[in-house]
């Protein structure tokens, strides 16, 4: 990472502090690269994924041009406007631009498909500073006449390839057609096969050209839970988790392929779109899920350790160990797939009383105690939390097994220090007490 600081790339004081509130310390490649040009009022053409840091890359500069101008957006106007593919980035955009602006007087809305537009339509009535999109909605707001794009100074094409992908090259045209000629243009994809070069070519002119790839994630910045239920109560409270809308993407493990079945069957009923991939589905299928997965089709993927070999899919929000590995490593690898560029990816860990020793596996294999949210309906206290500082065998100190009775209020529990070496692991046994 760049030793360069937000403040040395030019990023002025407002937003400086909400960076700092966001633990944001030093800039991610992609954001040493074009923040500075972009406050030069430069075009960009990146190629970046998410995960990489991209927003901020193109929400600082954007709002501190903003800022600068003195005049706000006229009725039915948006200053910005960023186009996204799915519902899922929009909102993740549109909340990245609020958290960056924190500190800044502006108005942002975002509008998609798929729920009533009232709302919408009013928030436009008066004008936005910052709009964020999905093609349909957006051109059909177009088309009633609540919204006008001929005072857009700057357009945002986020996720271009996805968009090819998911037929949007109509819409695009549509909207590049509207905008104003003279424009900052920030194009954004994963990848830039000539057809999206070609694509990127006819809306920018001069771009700085960008290319980043994400790095893997070390463990210490996934930010790691485990929650505590009984194994019957597991699938209530994905069910719950997934209420979230935060929860964009989820990779789910299960220990089994049955058990992947069952998530997915589990998660139809409650219209959560989910697949499974495992040894038992044909190569067709897996990469059909994957696939689907991939272009935000699919909300949640299900897979076996086995399965998710070589799985690599961007932007995973969270990956979800319905089932604790019962191999500690196997651990390190499912939650490597969360979370890039920060600590944005969450790794949620559940966790019944059978599998309470394979999470001191994983723990004294991370040199670190997995921290415990018990803020939820389906708590299940430990049994019996070991007292402060028990740190036998090196491990952190968790709950000891020595009873099964449930016993009244939870009280406070130590979570060790985590400073004890990967020793003792006590593998084998522990796969047979799992049914
Ligand atoms: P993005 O690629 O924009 O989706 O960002 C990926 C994740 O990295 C988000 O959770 C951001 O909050 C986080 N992030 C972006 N820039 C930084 C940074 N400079 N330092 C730490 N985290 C960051």
């Given at each position: 990472?760049?030793?360069?600081?937000?403040?040395?790339?030019?990023?002025?004081?407002?937003?400086?502090?909400?960076?700092?509130?966001?633990?944001?310390?030093?800039?991610?490649?992609?954001?040493?690269?074009?923040?500075?040009?972009l406050l030069e009022g430069r075009d960009l053409m990146g190629c970046a994924q998410t995960g990489t840091g991209k927003?901020?890359?193109?929400?600082?500069?954007?709002?501190?041009?903003?800022?600068?101008?003195?005049?706000?957006?006229?009725?039915?106007?948006?200053?910005?406007?960023?186009?996204?593919?799915?519902?899922?980035?929009?909102?993740?955009?549109?909340?990245?631009?609020?958290?960056?602006?924190?500190?800044?007087?502006?108005?942002?809305?975002?509008?998609?498909?798929?729920?009533?537009?009232?709302?919408?339509?009013?928030?436009?009535?008066?004008?936005?500073?910052?709009?964020?999109?999905?093609?349909?909605?957006?051109?059909?707001?177009?088309?009633?006449?609540?919204?006008?794009?001929?005072?857009?100074?700057?357009?945002?094409?986020?996720?271009?390839?996805?968009?090819?992908?998911?037929?949007?090259?109509?819409?695009?045209?549509?909207?590049?057609?509207?905008?104003?000629?003279?424009?900052?243009?920030?194009?954004?994809?994963?990848?830039?096969?000539?057809?999206?070069?070609?694509?990127?070519?006819?809306?920018?002119?001069?771009?700085?050209?960008?290319?980043?790839?994400?790095?893997?994630?070390?463990?210490?910045?996934?930010?790691?839970?485990?929650?505590?239920?009984?194994?019957?109560?597991?699938?209530?409270?994905?069910?719950?988790?997934?209420?979230?809308?935060?929860?964009?993407?989820?990779?789910?493990?299960?220990?089994?392929?049955?058990?992947?079945?069952?998530?997915?069957?589990?998660?139809?009923?409650?219209?959560?779109?989910?697949?499974?991939?495992?040894?038992?589905?044909?190569?067709?299928?897996?990469?059909?899920?994957?696939?689907?997965?991939?272009?935000?089709?699919?909300?949640?993927?299900?897979?076996?350790?086995?399965?998710?070999?070589?799985?690599?899919?961007?932007?995973?929000?969270?990956?979800?160990?319905?089932?604790?590995?019962?191999?500690?490593?196997?651990?390190?690898?499912?939650?490597?797939?969360?979370?890039?560029?920060?600590?944005?990816?969450?790794?949620?860990?559940?966790?019944?009383?059978?599998?309470?020793?394979?999470?001191?596996?994983?723990?004294?294999?991370?040199?670190?105690?997995?921290?415990?949210?018990?803020?939820?309906?389906?708590?299940?206290?430990?049994?019996?939390?070991?007292?402060?500082?028990?740190?036998?065998?090196?491990?952190?100190?968790?709950?000891?097994?020595?009873?099964?009775?449930?016993?009244?209020?939870?009280?406070?529990?130590?979570?060790?220090?985590?400073?004890?070496?990967?020793?003792?692991?006590?593998?084998?046994?522990?796969?047979?007490?799992?049914?």
């Amino acid at each position: 990472m760049s030793p360069i600081s937000f403040d040395q790339l030019g990023v002025a004081e407002p937003l400086l502090r909400a960076l700092t509130g966001l633990g944001y310390q030093t800039p991610t490649p992609i954001q040493a690269q074009s923040i500075p040009l972009l406050l030069e009022g430069r075009d960009l053409m990146g190629c970046a994924q998410t995960g990489t840091g991209k927003t901020a890359a193109f929400a600082l500069p954007i709002l501190q041009r903003l800022a600068a101008e003195k005049r706000g957006p006229a009725p039915r106007s948006a200053r910005v406007l960023a186009l996204t593919p799915t519902r899922e980035l929009a909102v993740q955009i549109y909340e990245s631009f609020l958290a960056y602006g924190r500190y800044l007087h502006f108005k942002a809305a975002v509008v998609y498909g798929g729920v009533g537009q009232t709302p919408q339509v009013r928030a436009l009535s008066r004008g936005i500073d910052v709009l964020v999109a999905t093609p349909g909605r957006l051109l059909d707001l177009m088309g009633q006449g609540h919204l006008r794009l001929d005072q857009t100074g700057v357009f945002v094409l986020d996720e271009a390839d996805r968009m090819l992908d998911m037929g949007f090259l109509p819409d695009i045209k549509r909207v590049l057609a509207v905008l104003p000629r003279r424009r900052q243009t920030l194009f954004f994809s994963a990848t830039m096969a000539p057809e999206i070069a070609r694509l990127a070519d006819g809306m920018v002119s001069n771009p700085v050209k960008v290319a980043v790839t994400p790095v893997a994630t070390p463990v210490e910045l996934i930010a790691q839970k485990v929650l505590f239920v009984a194994q019957a109560d597991k699938r209530a409270l994905l069910n719950r988790m997934l209420q979230d809308v935060t929860v964009t993407r989820a990779l789910v493990f299960t220990r089994t392929k049955h058990g992947a079945d069952r998530v997915v069957r589990q998660l139809d009923q409650i219209q959560v779109s989910a697949e499974a991939i495992h040894g038992d589905k044909s190569q067709n299928a897996r990469q059909s899920a994957l696939n689907k997965f991939r272009q935000g089709r699919t909300r949640v993927l299900v897979a076996t350790d086995i399965a998710a070999r070589g799985i690599d899919v961007e932007g995973v929000s969270h990956v979800i160990n319905y089932d604790l590995p019962n191999q500690p490593e196997s651990y390190v690898h499912r939650i490597g797939r969360t979370g890039r560029a920060g600590a944005r990816g969450q790794a949620i860990s559940f966790c019944d009383r059978q599998e309470r020793s394979f999470l001191r596996d994983i723990e004294r294999l991370i040199r670190k105690a997995v921290p415990v949210e018990e803020n939820h309906p389906y708590h299940q206290r430990p049994v019996e939390r070991a007292a402060a500082g028990g740190e036998a065998n090196g491990g952190p100190a968790r709950a000891g097994q020595r009873s099964r009775r449930p016993q009244g209020r939870a009280q406070t529990h130590s979570q060790g220090r985590g400073q004890g070496r990967p020793s003792n692991r006590h593998q084998g046994a522990r796969a047979a007490s799992l049914a």
